[in-house]
């Protein structure tokens, strides 16, 4: 089946604009994160939805960073005000059911400030 | 302390060598554990799992060990095509990756 999908694939911005990123998770996962990784760095937790529950937002940076979830599915992640330390992949994951299951990963999104 | 942490690396090893990758982590109540392969500029892939009784996938054995809060991976009769960054990944309150730990299979 198909696997979690992001758009854009890549994304240039200037400094100080608004992005927005998307991810499309597995038909049926109810768990859904976005990680961010910086070059040669590890994957930094940004925030994560299960069903209907309040998102537990404690990775995201900053207030420029915030993310929905409609519907229980597709999922937004926008970031104002692109600063140029915001460059890096951002990554999204969903699994089945909830925390303690696989998650599975899509492509990213290469960002780059400029 | 980190919550979960890896061998530094990185790993270069002949074809055909045994390797083993271990990582700790610090919250004793994890639950679930897992181990991600990634390629350069690639997403991180699921690899396998890792089950309180040890588990195998052909040329791959993980194991964990609660009492001293560790989980490995080994890698038997290591191909070319093995060569990337290993992530372990370690469920307890939240989803805590390690940092990874890279490793080149050599010709």
């Known amino acids: 089946g198909a696997g979690v999908s992001q758009s854009p694939s890549n994304k240039v911005t200037e400094k100080g604009k608004d992005v927005e990123l998307r991810c499309d998770p597995i038909s049926g996962h109810t768990a859904l994160y976005w990680y961010r990784q910086s070059l040669g760095q590890g994957l930094e937790f940004l925030i994560y939805f299960q069903g209907n529950s309040a998102p537990d937002k404690s990775g995201l940076p900053s207030d420029r960073f915030s993310a929905e979830r409609t519907g229980g599915s597709v999922s937004t992640l926008t970031i104002q005000r692109t600063q140029q330390e915001d460059s890096a992949v951002y990554l999204c994951?969903?699994?089945?059911?909830?925390?303690?299951?696989?998650?599975?990963f899509g492509p990213g999104t290469r960002l780059t400030v400029t | 302390r980190k919550e979960v942490e890896q061998d530094p690396g990185p790993f270069n090893v002949p074809e055909g060598a045994t390797v083993a990758f271990n990582c700790t982590y610090s919250?004793?109540?994890?639950?679930?554990f897992f181990w991600y392969r990634q390629d350069c500029r690639k997403e991180p892939k699921l690899l396998m799992s890792v089950y309180s009784s040890g588990n195998e996938d052909g040329r791959f054995t993980a194991q964990l060990n609660r009492a001293s809060q560790y989980i490995s991976l080994l890698i038997r009769d290591s191909k070319l095509s093995d060569s990337a960054t290993y992530l372990c990944?370690?469920?307890?309150?939240?989803?805590?990756f390690g940092p990874g730990t890279r490793l080149s299979v050599l010709p």
């Open positions: 990944a370690v469920w307890g309150q939240n989803f805590v």
């Open positions: 919250n004793s109540a994890s639950q679930s």
């Open positions: 994951a969903s699994s089945n059911t909830g925390q303690g299951y696989e998650q599975y």
